[in-house]
């Protein structure tokens, strides 16, 4: 039969411009976010993180924002390469060591 | 620092039979959480290890177990395979220093059931 998955949210951008990636969470207690980034067939690779006393933070070429009043977070990714192509989830701080993670977005970087 | 490893990348084993998955940390973390990822479900946490014990627990069946070493190594152990249980398995590290410590991910081992 038919197998049922998660459903995907995709984003296609061109070579150069910005890239926008959201995620709710659910917790309004987490206070420790994660940005991940994971190329087929290898493990999540850390991108940026965020405390929950914090709206905002800076590295290179990503930004995360954090907004707690509606539980979301959004990376941005500035002047996106090709090497940029890949599933992206936001990962919460829920016990412990313990997150809870998005469905991930897939993003498409066309040359 | 050498990343987390995981051994072996990939598995197939048929119904039935038992698994042993293996994770090294990176050195000098304490934290090992495993987690099982699929088309279906997405990244599930299955349970977390710290000096040697069990602090954190998913939904998982009993069928489920894990262990850790004395040197923060982790193995993690699936018993009466099903063919449900193909997924990537992925081991993170954590120093566990702080509340806000950041969790590092290995590979993966690529679990494939018949």
């Known amino acids: 039969g038919e197998s049922v998955g998660l459903h995907l949210p995709t984003l296609s951008v061109q070579e150069g411009d910005n890239s926008i990636i959201n995620c709710a969470y659910s917790?309004?207690?987490?206070?420790?976010f994660i940005w991940y980034k994971q190329e087929s067939g290898k493990g999540p690779q850390f991108i940026i993180d965020?405390?929950?006393?914090?709206d905002k933070r800076q590295g290179q070429r990503v930004t995360v924002l954090l907004n707690k009043t509606v539980k979301h977070l959004s990376l941005q990714i500035a002047a996106t390469q090709p090497g940029d192509s890949a599933v992206y989830f936001c990962?919460?701080?829920?016990?412990?060591?313990?997150?809870?993670f998005g469905t991930g977005t897939s993003l498409t970087v066309i040359p | 620092k050498a990343g987390v490893t995981q051994t072996p990348r990939y598995l197939i084993k048929t119904r039935g039979q038992q698994v042993t998955l293996s994770c090294s940390p990176i050195?000098?973390?304490?934290?090992v959480s495993w987690y099982q990822q699929t088309p279906g479900q997405g990244l599930q946490f299955l349970f977390e290890?710290?000096?040697?014990?069990?602090?954190n627990k998913g939904n998982f069946p009993g069928r489920f177990s894990g262990r850790q070493f004395s040197n923060s190594r982790s193995e993690m152990n699936v018993s009466t395979l099903e063919l449900g249980d193909s997924a990537l398995y992925l081991c993170a590290s954590t120093p566990d220093s702080s509340s806000t410590d950041t969790q590092y991910f290995g590979p993966g081992t690529r679990l494939t059931v018949l």
């Open positions: 965020i405390r929950s006393n914090m």
């Open positions: 290890y710290f000096s040697e014990t069990q602090r």
């Open positions: 917790n309004s207690a987490s206070d420790y």
């Open positions: 990962a919460e701080k829920i016990a412990g060591n313990q997150f809870y």
């Open positions: 050195s000098g973390h304490r934290s």
